[in-house]
Structure formats: structure tokens, C-alpha cells
């Protein structure tokens, strides 16, 4: 309320001026200094308006957005259509309490049933000298204000571009403070049912609250109060500290007189600091001395150090020619393989050609061993014929002599037959045999498909019975390594809890091990191998207790896990020395995430993973190590994808791997390790039907293979007795007698045949001899080559042996060579740790010398001493055990002393603050007091405001009245008159004389008053202490509920006339307006409320 206002009022306006004087009064203020008054307040004002209201699932509504005018606005709406959720929202979007709306006892009744949260959008104007922050928000500050349907609830306080610039209440509260809105006033905001219920009041008690709640008075007098009531027990705590100040000021005398006693202490105190500094200078010698020994320490160390890197200089230049020599002799074997494999085929060669020439020879000798048989046979068939042509010629020589050529004949065809059955019989016996070496070759393979047939069917019942256990124990992860790990572990921790390890084993490995590249998770398996479900214990009789856990756990036929002995470490061995060097492939090591130290150092021990390489794929891997120079440094091998193993140059040499295969342990959880075994079971079982179906064929085959040789066999036998047959028809006809020729002169021509043929046969066998000796010689001469070339292949072979005997001699003295390197180069390691040990307790000696020194510094000067810091520090405790036994009894003087102090400087520091606060208290006594009555002159004077504007409004309907405020009693009382004859000014005096004598009169009150005159007198009453109260928003909800038209539209005109054009006002009425009569006013219409059919 301005100030001027008041001053105005106080010297010249009363509650006896007339209305036509207040009339006037009212018409002149557009010429004095109030006007400007108002117009700067208005102006302010300007600032602080609502620009737009925006509610989501807000009460009644699912989206309703209202865009105010800055001046007058009226929302008009039948009753349950959801006008008073406008003001509602006003209210609780800007910080308000939900009791204050009368619309609920809290903020989640406020969201719309069924949905989860209501949203609240309100847009303040921020414009002009008076806008807030305008450098932060802009032209417009955005509240908005989000209530959960559990019952929470958020704020954002957000510029006009819709940056968030608080979540905080306290900014708000600031905000509303800067622009003077106070949504909880009635004044401001004046709900409906406050309206009704203040609109329909005739009870003067409620109307003096309205009034003291409207105007802030009782804000004040709540303050006042609540400050009273501080100040009275402020005072109380003073009074009670007053009364304790005899007892401290008794308590500073006894200190005191401790104090003065203490002081005959000062000289044995004096012998003891001396003695402190005795101690104190005798704990840095004995530092020193400690530093000393640890620099010897260190000294000899290094020593030893340097005699471990000659062994190691001296193990590399020979492990490097040692090397240099295996690579000598692998070229030479190599050479000696190229010799061997060209020498090989020569001999082969020289092989074939010496048995194709004895073949030849044999053949050869054959027929020449025919043709001297044949000659023999001629010459023996001559001198019979010369022997019967002596006997007689008869007839029965002709007989005789068709007898001998049929007979001759008959052997003759009998041997033709014969050699035709024995080409048959080789032909056959090459069949038989062929036969034979297939049926052989067969057996093989079945015997073969039957050993792999058991050991697939092996596998599948092996991998049935692990499925089985993995399901029987499906909830431990250990079972993946074993359906036996989970007993094995159980009795570990029956063991170790017993105490019979000194340290618990670790195992199995495996379960310590995760991959950071999955990738290579089937790689790792295949070099860690049999140790991925093996432990580790710390000492010999851990791995005895271990090996007995083991014999008693039954592994169904699976193999023992391996037990690898190696005292445990606290750190993880440091491998960033030997670690292969590589910026484009990874180590083993890199790709493993042990999460063990004994798994770790057993890694590094057992598999050397921080020097293996691994490469994707065996082209990268050919190309990167089959050259020592583009070799990475400290790699000792690589594997693939494929499992693929490379050893780098000088030995470089490659293995084929198995492919690749899904990981089978490291990370894989029980139910893939079923889901794996499961597919290796139907992949098992597949091939096993495969197999099967293969061994049926090699079945067939072989039985076909049976027939065959079973025919072959009997047809030989049949061939052969065939031939027998044969030898025993010629045999008989060669043993017959033949009878004499009886014609000479046939048997002389018989004679000449022969003769003839005996020539024929003579030139025949003498030239089969010639060639029997030309394949003779060429058979010696084949013989002799291979031979000599047999010779050099054995030479060759034996040297090749020789060779590999040396070169893995060599291998075997470059890999001791190499471990002899590797372990002192460990040692080095070891002792480089050790040597940072050393320095580490050097260091912690000189630093322990250096703290014992700079603590004696507050001793100094240095005291030279013999005696040990033992035995001083015996001599200390004693003496100062003996003053600690006098200070038990008459108290440590320093303390003493200093509590003495301290007393004395607490009990001026309690007087002064007594003092200080008792003033204090005096001074806010007196201004208190002065506020009350500040606070009285304050409540006359805006009494006086109300009831001249009150009076201003009243003459609107041609009426005349005041207000009576009876401050002691708190009433406030409504006195009305009617006027419009020309007897007004003598009822006027009339009234007020009445007033004074508190006499009725023709005055009406409140209670006597029709319905829509009381409303129009409180809407009066309403519009006045609008004029004492500023702010930049008036909103009244249904404030004409209980008005005739007369009275309502009257009270429109007064309201729209007297309305402030820098002020915004919103009004919530169910009646209609006319456009029309009013046309700067911005009506909002409301859609009407739907209706239920049984309503």
C-alpha cells in the first residue's frame, strides 16, 4: 500500500466526509502527485500478469489452455464444467497449498482418475524496469509443475525459449515476492467456496478476519507474536546463565590455586625434555646407523647382480652359437634331403631297370635250357632211327610208324594243352593273389572302421554319463570342468578347514580365466590343454593331502587332474620384460583376464603365455615370422585361428592345426556346456550311424571278396589237376615201347628230318645262348648300378640320420642353453625386484633417518650420546612416570596451567557474551514495541483507506455506508442507507450521527440486506481493499452467484470501470455476459459438463 495513500487519508480524509465530496475528491486525484503514485505502482504491475495457463489430466480436464488478456477476462461456464480448475491450477502451479483451494487435503487428489500425472503450464509476463531476471528468463517466465498421481511432485521455473533455469520452490517464492502475488491471499485469489461462503457471511467476526487475512495484518500480528515469544524465552536462557556465574567465577579461584601450586614442578620437567632430547638424537644415530647397513646391503646386492648378468651375457653369446650352429646343420640336412630324395629316385630307377633285365635273362635262360633239351631230343631220335633202320622191313613198319606220329602227335597236343593250362593257372594265381593283398587291405580297414566305431561309441556313452552329471549338479558352475570338481572342491574346503593345508589349493584353473577376445577362447583351450581343470598347491605336503582327497573321489573313468607344485606369490610375476613386443597382433597373456595370482604366476610359469603370439590368420603368420627380422621381439610361437602352431626364424617350422571349434570351458556357463554336450552327442551319434553304415559295406565287399577268392581256389584246383591229368597222359605215352620200323627207307627219311631239324635246333639254341649272354651282361651291369647306387642311398640315408642326430643334440643343448638363459634371466628379474626391495628399504631407511632427524630438529642442539636409545627412553619413562604419578595427584602443570586459562577466559568471554545478548534482547524489546505500535497506526490508517473506497464504491447503486472496525473486540460491521430524495445530505448526517451513537436508525446491516444487495455491498467491501493491496492479478471466482440481475450487472459496470488498466483481472462466473455492453472484455466460454443419461 503506498504510502501517499495513507497520508492523504490521514490529513484529509475521515470517515465523516460525504459522497459527494468523495465524489469530487475522487475526480481531482488525476491532477495531484497520488495519481503518479498510482500510475508508477501500475506500471510495476505490468510486470507479474498471466500470459497463458496450460493443464494437463489436471481435475476434470485431459488438455485445457487459456490465453489471458492483460486487462479484464471473464471465463463463463455452467457449474461441473471446470471453471475453478483455472484457479486452482493458478494456485498450487505457483507454489500454493491444495487446502488453501478447498478442493482437496492433497495434491494427488488434483490428477485426473486413471492417469498417472498432471501437468500444470503457467505463463508470467516479464517485461519492463520491473521484470526479474530479465537477463536470465527473457520477456516471460514458464512455472511448470508436475503432480504424481503417488502423491510426488516436480518444479521447473524455465525462460521464454524453454531453457530450464531452476527445479527449486525457492526461486518461485522469490519470483512471486518480486512481483508481490500472493496466491494464498484471499484478495488475490478468492476461491469459490470462500467467495460463497464470504458473500453470504453476515457474522462481523468473519468479516474482520477477511479483512485482517486481506490486508497481511494478521501475517503481522503472527510475526509479532512468534517474536515475543522468542524474545521471552531468550531472556529466560540469560536468566539462567546469570545464575550459574557464581559457580564459574568459584571454579576460576580453584584453578587458580592449583595453578600457583603447580610451578614447583618446572625443574624436573626441565630434566625431562632433556632427557627427550637425549632420546630423540639417539633414535637418529641408531636411524643412521640402519640407513648404513641398508646402503652395504644394497651395495653387495648390486655386486651380485652384475656377476648374474656376466652368467647372462655369457649363456646368450653361447645359446646365439649354438644357434647359429643348429642353423648349419638344418641347411646341411637339407641339402642332404634334396641328395637323399634325387639319389632315391635313381635307385628306384636303377631298381627297376636291374629286375626288368633279370626278368628278361630268366626268360632267356628258359628257352635256352627248351632248345639244348630239344637238341638232345632230336640227337637221342636220330640214334634210334639209325638203330631200326638195321631191322627188317615189314609190313608192320608202316603200323609202327602211324602209331609213332599219332603217339608223338597225341604229346604234342597234350603239351600244348598243358602250357595253355598253366598260362591259365599264372593268370589265375596273379588274380588270386590280387585278390588276396585286396582282402588283406580290406580287414585293414574294417579293423580300423571297428577301433574307430568303439571309440566313438566310447565317446558317446563318455559324453552321456558327463551329461548326466552336468544335470544332476546343473546349479554348481564347477561342473562344467567336471562332474567330479564339485566333490573334489567340497573336500578342499573340509581340508582347509581342518587345517591341513598351510596354504587352500586353487582350482581348477579354468574357472580363474576369462577371455577379453572371445575369438581366441578355443586357442586358449588348445595350449593350455589338460591344465584348464588342474590346481595348484603351495608345497609338497599340500599336493600329498591333495593327491589322498583325489584317490578317494570317484572319476568314472576320466583322467586325474594334473597338481602343480609352486609356492604361492602375493604379486603377479612381472612380465613386461619377456612379454612378446608386437603393435599389430596381441599376446596371450593380453588376451587373458586371470583373476588369480597363483592362476597367473602359474601361466606365466608353466605356458609361457606372455611370449606367445597370436596371428588370425597363417598367411600373417608366414609372413611375419619366417624372417628373424621382422620377428617380434620375445616371441617364442604363435598359433591361428585355425590352431595353426609357427615357430619364428632361426627355427621357424609350422604345424597344422584342427580348425576351429567353439570354446568348450572358458566362460561357458553349465547350461551351454549342455547345450555343447548335446550337440557333440547328435553329432556323435550321426557319426557313428556313418560309420556303421560304412562297415556294412566293407562287410559286403568282403564277403564278395570271399566268393571270389573261394572260386579263384577252386578253379586253380581244378586247373591244376587239370595239368596233372596232363603230365600223367604224356607221362604214359613218353614211358610206351615203340616197335621197330618195319620200313628202313621211312626211318632214313625220318633220320633227315631230323637231322634237319637238329640243325634248326643247334642254330636256334646257340643263338638263344648269345642273347642269354648279352642279358646276362646287361643284368650285371644293371645289378652292378644298382648296387653302387644302393650303396650311395645308404650312404646318404646314414649320413641323413647322422645329421639328425646332431641337430637334435644341438636342439637339445640350445634349449639348455636357452633354460640355463631363460632361469637366470629370471633370477635377474627376481633380483631386480629384490634390488627394488633393497633400494625400497633403503629409501624407507633414509626417509625413516630423515623424519627421526627432522624431529629432532625441535631438540636441537644435536646431543652426542653412547648410550642406546633403549636405554634412554627406560631412564624417560621413569622419570616421567614419576611425574605423571605427581601430576596424578596435584595435576600436570601445563595443564594446569592452561585449564587455568582457559576457565578464566570462558568466564569473560560468558560475562561479555551475557552482556552483549541482554542488550541485544533490549534493543529488540524496544523495536518491538515500536512495531506495535506502528502496527496499530498502520491498521488505523488502512481502516480509513477501505472505508473511503468502500463508500466510493457503495454510491455506484446510489447507497451510503461505512464500516465499523472494532479493533479490540476484532468485528467488523457493514452500516448501509439508501439514498436518491433530496433529503440525502441530512441522511447522511443523520447516519453518521447514528453511527458514532451506534444507533441503527434507518441503517440496514448485513443480516437485514437482500441478497443481491449484501453481495454488491461485499463485492464493494472487496474492490476497496483492492485499492489498499496491491498486485498484478485479481481473480474471483463466482463472486455474483448470489446477485438479482440489477445487482449483478451494476456491479459488472463498477468492476470494469474502477478496473486498473495495468492490473489483470479474471473472473469465474456460471452467468452469461454480453459481448456486446462490453466489448474490451475477453470472455472465455466454457463447454458444458457432459452429463451422465440418469442425470
Given at each position: 500500500?503506498?504510502?501517499?495513500?495513507?497520508?492523504?487519508?490521514?490529513?484529509?480524509?475521515?470517515?465523516?466526509?460525504?459522497?459527494?465530496?468523495?465524489?469530487?475528491?475522487?475526480?481531482?486525484?488525476?491532477?495531484?502527485?497520488?495519481?503518479?503514485?498510482?500510475?508508477?505502482?501500475?506500471?510495476?504491475?505490468?510486470?507479474?500478469?498471466?500470459?497463458?495457463?496450460?493443464?494437463?489430466?489436471?481435475?476434470?480436464?485431459?488438455?485445457?489452455?487459456?490465453?489471458?488478456?492483460?486487462?479484464?477476462?471473464?471465463?463463463?461456464?455452467?457449474?461441473?464444467?471446470?471453471?475453478?480448475?483455472?484457479?486452482?491450477?493458478?494456485?498450487?502451479?505457483?507454489?500454493?497449498?491444495?487446502?488453501?483451494?478447498?478442493?482437496?487435503?492433497?495434491?494427488?487428489?488434483?490428477?485426473?482418475?486413471?492417469?498417472?500425472?498432471?501437468?500444470?503450464?503457467?505463463?508470467?509476463?516479464?517485461?519492463?524496469?520491473?521484470?526479474?531476471?530479465?537477463?536470465?528468463?527473457?520477456?516471460?517466465?514458464?512455472?511448470?509443475?508436475?503432480?504424481?498421481?503417488?502423491?510426488?511432485?516436480?518444479?521447473?521455473?524455465?525462460?521464454?525459449?524453454?531453457?530450464?533455469?531452476?527445479?527449486?520452490?525457492?526461486?518461485?517464492?522469490?519470483?512471486?515476492?518480486?512481483?508481490?502475488?500472493?496466491?494464498?491471499?484471499?484478495?488475490?485469489?478468492?476461491?469459490?467456496?470462500?467467495?460463497?461462503?464470504?458473500?453470504?457471511?453476515?457474522?462481523?467476526?468473519?468479516?474482520?478476519?477477511?479483512?485482517?487475512?486481506?490486508?497481511?495484518?494478521?501475517?503481522?500480528?503472527?510475526?509479532?507474536?512468534?517474536?515475543?515469544?522468542?524474545?521471552?524465552?531468550?531472556?529466560?536462557?540469560?536468566?539462567?546463565?546469570?545464575?550459574?556465574?557464581?559457580?564459574?567465577?568459584?571454579?576460576?579461584?580453584?584453578?587458580?590455586?592449583?595453578?600457583?601450586?603447580?610451578?614447583?614442578?618446572?625443574?624436573?620437567?626441565?630434566?625431562?625434555?632433556?632427557?627427550?632430547?637425549?632420546?630423540?638424537?639417539?633414535?637418529?644415530?641408531?636411524?643412521?646407523?640402519?640407513?648404513?647397513?641398508?646402503?652395504?646391503?644394497?651395495?653387495?646386492?648390486?655386486?651380485?647382480?652384475?656377476?648374474?648378468?656376466?652368467?647372462?651375457?655369457?649363456?646368450?653369446?653361447?645359446?646365439?652359437?649354438?644357434?647359429?650352429?643348429?642353423?648349419?646343420?638344418?641347411?646341411?640336412?637339407?641339402?642332404?634331403?634334396?641328395?637323399?630324395?634325387?639319389?632315391?629316385?635313381?635307385?628306384?630307377?636303377?631298381?627297376?631297370?636291374?629286375?626288368?633285365?633279370?626278368?628278361?635273362?630268366?626268360?632267356?635262360?628258359?628257352?635256352?635250357?627248351?632248345?639244348?633239351?630239344?637238341?638232345?631230343?632230336?640227337?637221342?631220335?636220330?640214334?634210334?632211327?639209325?638203330?631200326?633202320?638195321?631191322?627188317?622191313?615189314?609190313?608192320?613198319?608202316?603200323?609202327?610208324?602211324?602209331?609213332?606220329?599219332?603217339?608223338?602227335?597225341?604229346?604234342?597236343?597234350?603239351?600244348?594243352?598243358?602250357?595253355?593250362?598253366?598260362?591259365?593257372?599264372?593268370?589265375?594265381?596273379?588274380?588270386?593273389?590280387?585278390?588276396?593283398?585286396?582282402?588283406?587291405?580290406?580287414?585293414?580297414?574294417?579293423?580300423?572302421?571297428?577301433?574307430?566305431?568303439?571309440?566313438?561309441?566310447?565317446?558317446?556313452?563318455?559324453?552321456?554319463?558327463?551329461?548326466?552329471?552336468?544335470?544332476?549338479?546343473?546349479?554348481?558352475?564347477?561342473?562344467?570342468?567336471?562332474?567330479?570338481?564339485?566333490?573334489?572342491?567340497?573336500?578342499?574346503?573340509?581340508?582347509?578347514?581342518?587345517?591341513?593345508?598351510?596354504?587352500?589349493?586353487?582350482?581348477?584353473?579354468?574357472?580363474?580365466?576369462?577371455?577379453?577376445?572371445?575369438?581366441?577362447?578355443?586357442?586358449?583351450?588348445?595350449?593350455?590343454?589338460?591344465?584348464?581343470?588342474?590346481?595348484?598347491?603351495?608345497?609338497?605336503?599340500?599336493?600329498?593331502?591333495?593327491?589322498?582327497?583325489?584317490?578317494?573321489?570317484?572319476?568314472?573313468?576320466?583322467?586325474?587332474?594334473?597338481?602343480?607344485?609352486?609356492?604361492?606369490?602375493?604379486?603377479?610375476?612381472?612380465?613386461?620384460?619377456?612379454?612378446?613386443?608386437?603393435?599389430?597382433?596381441?599376446?596371450?597373456?593380453?588376451?587373458?583376464?586371470?583373476?588369480?595370482?597363483?592362476?597367473?604366476?602359474?601361466?606365466?610359469?608353466?605356458?609361457?603365455?606372455?611370449?606367445?603370439?597370436?596371428?588370425?590368420?597363417?598367411?600373417?603368420?608366414?609372413?611375419?615370422?619366417?624372417?628373424?627380422?621382422?620377428?617380434?621381439?620375445?616371441?617364442?610361437?604363435?598359433?591361428?585361428?585355425?590352431?595353426?602352431?609357427?615357430?619364428?626364424?632361426?627355427?621357424?617350422?609350422?604345424?597344422?592345426?584342427?580348425?576351429?571349434?567353439?570354446?568348450?570351458?572358458?566362460?561357458?556357463?553349465?547350461?551351454?556346456?549342455?547345450?555343447?554336450?548335446?550337440?557333440?552327442?547328435?553329432?556323435?551319434?550321426?557319426?557313428?550311424?556313418?560309420?556303421?553304415?560304412?562297415?556294412?559295406?566293407?562287410?559286403?565287399?568282403?564277403?564278395?571278396?570271399?566268393?571270389?577268392?573261394?572260386?579263384?581256389?577252386?578253379?586253380?584246383?581244378?586247373?591244376?589237376?587239370?595239368?596233372?591229368?596232363?603230365?600223367?597222359?604224356?607221362?604214359?605215352l613218353q614211358d610206351q615201347e615203340e616197335p621197330a620200323p618195319p620200313d628202313v627207307s621211312q626211318l632214313e627219311e625220318d633220320i633227315r628230318q631230323q637231322e634237319i631239324l637238329l640243325e634248326s635246333a643247334k642254330a636256334h639254341a646257340e643263338e638263344v645262348r648269345t642273347l642269354v649272354n648279352q642279358s646276362k651282361e646287361k643284368y650285371q651291369e644293371a645289378a652292378s648300378k644298382y648296387e653302387r647306387l644302393r650303396q650311395e642311398h645308404s650312404k646318404l640315408l646314414q649320413e641323413a640320420d647322422n645329421k639328425k642326430k646332431e641337430i637334435y643334440r644341438c636342439e637339445q643343448q640350445t634349449n639348455k642353453s636357452n633354460h640355463v638363459l631363460q632361469g637366470y634371466k629370471k633370477k635377474k628379474g627376481d633380483s631386480e625386484t629384490r634390488k627394488k626391495e633393497l633400494e625400497a628399504e633403503l629409501k624407507a631407511a633414509r626417509e625413516g633417518r630423515e623424519k627421526e632427524s627432522e624431529r629432532a630438529k625441535n631438540f636441537e642442539p644435536r646431543f652426542e650420546t653412547t648410550r642406546s636409545a633403549k636405554d634412554v627412553n627406560s631412564q624417560y619413562k621413569a622419570l616421567e612416570a614419576r611425574l605423571n604419578r605427581e601430576e596424578a595427584e596435584r595435576g600436570d602443570p601445563v595443564e594446569i596451567r592452561q585449564k587455568y586459562k582457559e576457565v578464566q577466559q570462558r568466564y569473560s568471554d560468558i560475562i561479555q557474551i551475557i552482556e552483549k545478548h541482554s542488550n541485544l534482547l533490549k534493543l529488540i524489546q524496544d523495536s518491538l514495541d515500536k512495531r506495535h505500535q506502528e502496527y496499530g497506526l498502520f491498521r488505523r490508517f488502512t481502516s480509513i483507506m477501505i472505508k473511503s473506497y468502500f463508500r466510493n464504491r457503495l454510491s455506484f447503486r446510489n447507497l451510503h455506508g461505512t464500516l465499523h472496525f472494532n479493533f479490540e473486540e476484532e468485528i467488523l460491521t457493514m452500516s448501509v442507507v439508501k439514498l436518491g430524495s433530496e433529503n440525502d445530505d441530512s441522511t447522511i448526517k443523520q447516519s453518521q450521527q447514528n453511527s458514532k451513537k451506534k444507533k441503527k436508525g434507518s441503517q440496514q446491516t448485513l443480516a437485514m440486506m437482500s441478497g443481491g444487495?449484501?453481495?454488491?455491498?461485499?463485492?464493494?467491501?472487496?474492490?476497496?481493499?483492492?485499492?489498499?493491496?496491491?498486485?498484478?492479478?485479481?481473480?474471483?471466482?463466482?463472486?455474483?452467484?448470489?446477485?438479482?440481475?440489477?445487482?449483478?450487472?451494476?456491479?459488472?459496470?463498477?468492476?470494469?470501470?474502477?478496473?486498473?488498466?495495468?492490473?489483470?483481472?479474471?473472473?469465474?462466473?456460471?452467468?452469461?455476459?454480453?459481448?456486446?455492453?462490453?466489448?474490451?472484455?475477453?470472455?472465455?466460454?466454457?463447454?458444458?459438463?457432459?452429463?451422465?443419461?440418469?442425470?
Open positions: 500500500m503506498s504510502v501517499r495513500k495513507l497520508e492523504a487519508l490521514h490529513n484529509g480524509d475521515s470517515e465523516d466526509t460525504p459522497v459527494s465530496s468523495q465524489k469530487r475528491r475522487r475526480t481531482s486525484y488525476a491532477d495531484s502527485s497520488y495519481l503518479t503514485e498510482m500510475k508508477m505502482t501500475q506500471e510495476g504491475a505490468s510486470c507479474g500478469i498471466l500470459e497463458r495457463v496450460i493443464v494437463k489430466n489436471f481435475m476434470c480436464h485431459d488438455h485445457l489452455e487459456f490465453t489471458f488478456s492483460p486487462h479484464i477476462n471473464f471465463v463463463q461456464g455452467r457449474n461441473g464444467s471446470g471453471k475453478s480448475a483455472i484457479l486452482t491450477a493458478v494456485v498450487v502451479g505457483l507454489g500454493g497449498n491444495v487446502r488453501a483451494t478447498n478442493r482437496g487435503s492433497s495434491m494427488k487428489e488434483l490428477v485426473k482418475y486413471g492417469k498417472h500425472t498432471a501437468t500444470i503450464d503457467i505463463h508470467i509476463k516479464n517485461m519492463g524496469k520491473d521484470a526479474y531476471k530479465h537477463e536470465i528468463y527473457g520477456d516471460c517466465i514458464i512455472v511448470e509443475r508436475k503432480i504424481m498421481s503417488s502423491g510426488g511432485g516436480s518444479y521447473r521455473v524455465k525462460a521464454k525459449d524453454g531453457t530450464v533455469v531452476s527445479t527449486k520452490k525457492d526461486e518461485i517464492i522469490r519470483m512471486l515476492d518480486h512481483f508481490n502475488l500472493q496466491v494464498e491471499n484471499p484478495v488475490t485469489v478468492l476461491n469459490q467456496d470462500m467467495s460463497r461462503s464470504f458473500l453470504n457471511s453476515t457474522d462481523p467476526r468473519d468479516l474482520y478476519k477477511f479483512f485482517l487475512e486481506a490486508t497481511q495484518l494478521q501475517q503481522m500480528r503472527d510475526n509479532y507474536t512468534q517474536l515475543q515469544e522468542a524474545l521471552r524465552s531468550s531472556s529466560a536462557t540469560i536468566d539462567g546463565r546469570k545464575e550459574d556465574l557464581p559457580f564459574l567465577e568459584k571454579e576460576v579461584e580453584e584453578h587458580r590455586s592449583r595453578y600457583e601450586f603447580s610451578k614447583s614442578l618446572t625443574d624436573k620437567r626441565n630434566k625431562l625434555r632433556e632427557l627427550r632430547r637425549e632420546l630423540m638424537w639417539s633414535v637418529v644415530h641408531e636411524a643412521e646407523k640402519e640407513e648404513e647397513a641398508a646402503a652395504q646391503n644394497l651395495e653387495e646386492y648390486e655386486t651380485s647382480c652384475n656377476k648374474l648378468q656376466d652368467k647372462i651375457t655369457f649363456y646368450e653369446t653361447k645359446f646365439e652359437e649354438e644357434r647359429q650352429k643348429h642353423k648349419a646343420l638344418q641347411e646341411e640336412l637339407t641339402s642332404t634331403t634334396e641328395q637323399l630324395t634325387n639319389q632315391t629316385e635313381d635307385t628306384l630307377a636303377a631298381n627297376e631297370q636291374m629286375v626288368k633285365a633279370k626278368a628278361k635273362l630268366k626268360d632267356q635262360q628258359m628257352q635256352a635250357t627248351t632248345a639244348e633239351k630239344k637238341v638232345k631230343s632230336i640227337q637221342k631220335e636220330i640214334s634210334e632211327l639209325k638203330e631200326a633202320i638195321e631191322k627188317d622191313n615189314s609190313l608192320a613198319q608202316n603200323n609202327w610208324a602211324a602209331q609213332r606220329a599219332a603217339r608223338l602227335e597225341k604229346i604234342e597236343n597234350l603239351n600244348k594243352e598243358m602250357l595253355e593250362v598253366h598260362q591259365t593257372v599264372k593268370t589265375e594265381n596273379t588274380h588270386h593273389s590280387n585278390i588276396l593283398n585286396t582282402m588283406e587291405h580290406k580287414k585293414a580297414e574294417q579293423m580300423q572302421f571297428f577301433l574307430e566305431e568303439k571309440a566313438i561309441r566310447a565317446k558317446c556313452s563318455r559324453l552321456e554319463n558327463e551329461l548326466r552329471e552336468l544335470r544332476g549338479q546343473q546349479s554348481n558352475v564347477f561342473t562344467i570342468y567336471g562332474p567330479w570338481v564339485p566333490e573334489v572342491l567340497k573336500q578342499i574346503d573340509i581340508a582347509h578347514n581342518k587345517g591341513m593345508f598351510s596354504a587352500k589349493p586353487v582350482g581348477p584353473l579354468g574357472a580363474f580365466i576369462k577371455l577379453r577376445d572371445q575369438q581366441w577362447g578355443h586357442v586358449a583351450e588348445a595350449i593350455i590343454s589338460n591344465r584348464i581343470n588342474s590346481f595348484c598347491v603351495n608345497n609338497q605336503k599340500d599336493c600329498h593331502v591333495l593327491k589322498q582327497i583325489l584317490n578317494r573321489v570317484n572319476f568314472n573313468g576320466a583322467p586325474k587332474p594334473i597338481i602343480t607344485v609352486s609356492r604361492f606369490r602375493e604379486r603377479i610375476h612381472d612380465v613386461s620384460q619377456f612379454e612378446v613386443q608386437s603393435d599389430r597382433y596381441p599376446s596371450l597373456w593380453s588376451v587373458l583376464n586371470v583373476s588369480d595370482t597363483v592362476v597367473a604366476n602359474t601361466l606365466i610359469d608353466q605356458m609361457q603365455v606372455e611370449s606367445t603370439l597370436l596371428i588370425p590368420t597363417a598367411q600373417e603368420a608366414g609372413q611375419l615370422l619366417k624372417d628373424q627380422r621382422t620377428a617380434p621381439k620375445n616371441c617364442k610361437v604363435a598359433y591361428t585361428l585355425n590352431r595353426d602352431t609357427y615357430y619364428p626364424d632361426p627355427n621357424y617350422r609350422i604345424y597344422s592345426g584342427r580348425g576351429q571349434q567353439p570354446a568348450r570351458y572358458l566362460q561357458v556357463s553349465v547350461e551351454q556346456k549342455i547345450s555343447d554336450l548335446q550337440a557333440e552327442i547328435k553329432s556323435t551319434q550321426e557319426e557313428l550311424k556313418k560309420h556303421l553304415c560304412k562297415a556294412e559295406e566293407y562287410q559286403a565287399e568282403v564277403k564278395e571278396l570271399k566268393n571270389e577268392i573261394h572260386m579263384s581256389d577252386r578253379k586253380l584246383q581244378k586247373d591244376k589237376a587239370k595239368i596233372a591229368q596232363l603230365r600223367g597222359q604224356i607221362r604214359v444487495e449484501r453481495s454488491f455491498c461485499t463485492v464493494s467491501f472487496i474492490l476497496a481493499l483492492w485499492e489498499v493491496m496491491d498486485s498484478p492479478i485479481r481473480i474471483l471466482d463466482e463472486f455474483d452467484v448470489f446477485m438479482d440481475i440489477i445487482a449483478r450487472k451494476q456491479s459488472m459496470d463498477m468492476m470494469i470501470e474502477v478496473a486498473d488498466a495495468k492490473t489483470q483481472y479474471i473472473y469465474l462466473t456460471p452467468l452469461e455476459l454480453n459481448k456486446a455492453e462490453h466489448p474490451n472484455v475477453y470472455i472465455y466460454r466454457m463447454p458444458d459438463p457432459e452429463r451422465r443419461e440418469d442425470d
